[in-house]
């Protein structure tokens, strides 16, 4: 039983930056692959970004590509989502979620399963 909890989110302006993280426990920190997610209102949840076991792997939605960066601190348990010239459109709960399972694209991390979640963090971001 692995337990995730977010933190950091807030009221941002349009353009500003934020950065969410996510704190594990519970299991091998190590040997879970880790994603982003988020939910605006109304709409369906959405992949964000992924960071494999070791790091050394990442998948971002196109979307937020050059603006967000996930990473991960192994030895702390945690990863991190550090969002720069952020929108609007972008005010969602954002979710820390993992997996055991081998993901190779952002597709295969958006449909497939992911063993634990989250309870999320609000990003509201302000124009």
């Known amino acids: 039983q692995v337990q995730l909890v977010e933190s950091g989110g807030g009221l941002v302006q349009a353009g500003g930056s934020l950065r969410v993280s996510c704190a594990a426990s519970?299991?091998?920190?190590?040997?879970?692959?880790m994603a982003w997610f988020r939910q605006a209102p109304g709409k369906e949840r959405e992949f964000v970004a992924s960071i494999s076991q070791s790091g050394r792997n990442r998948y971002i939605a196109d979307s937020v590509k050059g603006r967000f960066t996930i990473s991960r601190d192994n030895a702390k348990n945690m990863v991190d989502l550090q969002m720069n010239s952020l929108k609007p459109e972008e005010t969602a709960v954002y979710y820390c979620a993992a997996t055991t399972r081998y993901y190779s694209s952002a597709s295969e991390y958006s449909r497939g399963g992911m063993d634990y979640w989250g309870e999320g963090t609000l990003v509201t971001v302000s124009s």
């Open positions: 519970g299991g091998t920190f190590s040997r879970y692959n």
